[in-house]
């Protein structure tokens, strides 16, 4: 199975400012990369996801995130956070095997 | 369209009791999952389930056990529950595809004291 590191465990941001949240994972001959987002006391929601083909990937909310195979890396990004971006974000990866192995997140805490 | 459905969404459990958390999807998913969440520790699966009438052991099932009733529901239990199985527990399907996305439940969350 996958592994799937979040470098960062929180990251405070001010409104207006960009954010970059950095995920690598365990090297594999093909993967498939996520990154969900959980706002509070709900559910996980998919942002955006790599399946094949360009490597940087636009997801919801003006999120985008840039696949690296040779530094096995998938970080996101968003060039100007709202409020309303406060929340957990999570990396996850499949191979073959289709089920997801995740991250153990990143919060994120946008303030005014 | 509700998506995916579970309850209960919080409970409290004594040591020892045991308890089902119900699971249904109406997103024609022929897999489905259940995992746990704890602060650091990310997602965690405890089982799945591929297809109807199939189920697997995931990351941490021990304590648990699951059915998969037909292929709209997937229940968990905890036959004797334990302080350590204190955590945010979410159900989810997919189609079992890899690349697909996974959709998830709203959560219930579990205390036993």
Known sequence: AQSVTQLDSQVPVFEEAPVELRCNYSSSVSVYLFWYVQYPNQGLQLLLKYLSGSTLVKGINGFEAEFNKSQTSFHLRKPSVHISDTAEYFCAVSDSDYKLSFGAGTTVTVRA | ?113
């Open chain 2, 1 to 113: 369209n509700a998506g995916v459905t579970q309850t209960p969404k919080f409970q409290v459990l004594k040591t020892g009791q045991s308890m089902t958390l119900q699971c249904a999807q109406d997103m024609n998913h022929n897999s489905m999952y259940w995992y746990r969440q704890d602060p650091g520790m990310g997602l965690r699966l405890i089982y799945y389930s591929a297809s109807e009438g199939t189920t697997d052991k995931g990351e941490v099932p021990n304590g648990y056990n699951v059915s998969r009733l037909n292929k709209r529901e997937f229940s968990l239990r905890l036959e004797s529950a334990a302080p350590s199985q204190t955590s945010v527990y979410f159900c989810a399907g997919d189609q079992g595809v890899s690349g697909n996305t996974i959709y998830f439940g709203e959560g219930s969350w579990l205390t036993v004291v």
